[in-house]
């Protein structure tokens, strides 16, 4: 027998080719064919160790034994290819004849379909929709917040008794330093002062957002939500306010009317300062009052301690409880299981994902 690890020249070429063929004949589906591809072909593969064999062969050899080698190569890969087109085709008959899908059957219920809005959520999406559409920008500021834009910038000096009113929630101080104090923010009207801070009226913002005090019972938690909103300009008057009110009002009840009240009040950081009143007719109580948030005209002293001139800009602010709007439109009667985590609150008052609000298609539904 010729030793054909030492002289590759003496394998018998048409007897390798007819075996590698009788095995592309043989492969019943596309994994065995391509175990017959790895095995001539592959890295490893017979014809391939020919090939690297060539070049230690004698240059008069070489040629004609290289030709003779690429032949055989040429008629296993097209045995190959041929093999796979047919037994591909084959497959697809198979799977054809195999699998059918009942067009009848229901959609399958994803767990998108599943998942739950909190009604908070809800009824924020629906404020952005409806600001944005009057061409409000929403804002927002960090929770955590200095002393200085949750009070003093507001005109509500240290020692002011509106301090105490707020139950704020202090951060502890490292003993000695004399860094500014921090507190859990006791309202959003500080993001009135980081907006006016960083950038140049005209504004016209919301900004929704957490808001802490230390306070608890069936209508307060010590974390709840509000939506503040920012207006300065040169001509920005008390018109524009309740119009802008009113408006949103309308749009966030669902109702063609309301009836709104707005009962003088004090706030430091506007003047004059009126509390927002709701008639609960839109909801089928006419003739009882609800408040659902503070609002006026920017105090001078304000606009003064972010550097703007107030002879020369004005606006009005407002901030509304997101929760109590959340309470009062889906007539949810207590508000700490807003913030309870309980599945089954959630899912007899929360939306579905899949129902986003809009102005055109319907807030709710
Ligand atoms: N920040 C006030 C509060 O939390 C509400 C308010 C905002 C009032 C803006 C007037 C203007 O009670």
Request: net charge negative; hydrophobic share 40%.
């Amino acid at each position: 027998m010729a030793d054909t690890a030492a002289d590759p020249s003496a394998i018998d070429l048409s007897a390798l080719e007819s075996e590698l063929l009788n095995d592309v004949a043989k492969a019943m589906d596309l994994g065995a064919l391509d175990a017959v591809r790895v095995s001539a072909l592959g890295k490893k593969g017979r014809i391939s160790e020919l090939m690297a064999k060539l070049g230690a062969m004698p240059a008069d050899q070489r040629k004609a034994f290289g030709q003779a080698v690429n032949n055989v190569k040429a008629a296993v890969s097209e045995a190959l290819d041929q093999k796979k087109a047919t037994l591909e085709v084959a497959a697809l008959a198979a799977r054809l004849a195999n699998e059918h899908s009942d067009i009848t059957l229901p959609v399958r219920v994803g767990p998108e379909a599943q998942g739950r809005i909190h009604p908070v959520s809800q009824v924020l999406d629906e404020c952005i929709e409806i600001f944005a559409d009057m061409g409000f920008k929403v804002a927002e500021g960090p929770d955590i917040e200095s002393d200085d834009y949750n009070f003093t910038k507001l005109n509500i000096p240290a020692e002011h008794p509106a301090r105490q009113e707020h139950d704020t929630f202090y951060l502890k101080t490292k003993p000695g330093s004399n860094a500014a104090p921090l507190v859990l923010r006791t309202h959003t009207s500080p993001v009135q002062i980081r907006t006016m801070l960083g950038q140049k009226p005209p504004i016209r913002i919301i900004a929704p957002g957490r808001v802490y005090r230390c306070d608890s019972d069936q209508t307060h938690t010590p974390m709840f939500h509000q939506i503040e909103g920012l207006v300065i300009d040169e001509t920005t008057h008390m018109g524009h306010l309740k119009w802008v009110l009113e408006e949103m009002c309308k749009a966030f009840f669902e109702v063609d009317t309301v009836t709104m009240r707005f009962r003088a009040s004090h706030f430091p950081f506007t003047e004059p300062s009126m509390e927002i009143d709701i008639d609960k007719g839109a909801l089928g109580k006419p003739g009882e009052w609800l408040e659902i948030g503070g609002c006026g005209m920017v105090h001078p002293n304000v606009l003064r301690n972010c550097g703007l001139d107030p002879e020369t800009y004005q606006g009005f602010a407002f901030g509304m409880g997101l929760d109590r709007m959340a309470m009062l439109k889906y007539g949810i009667p207590d508000l700490r299981p807003f913030f309870a985590g309980d599945l089954k609150w959630l899912r007899h008052y929360g939306f579905s994902i899949l129902d986003q609000p809009t102005l055109g298609g319907g807030l709710s539904s």
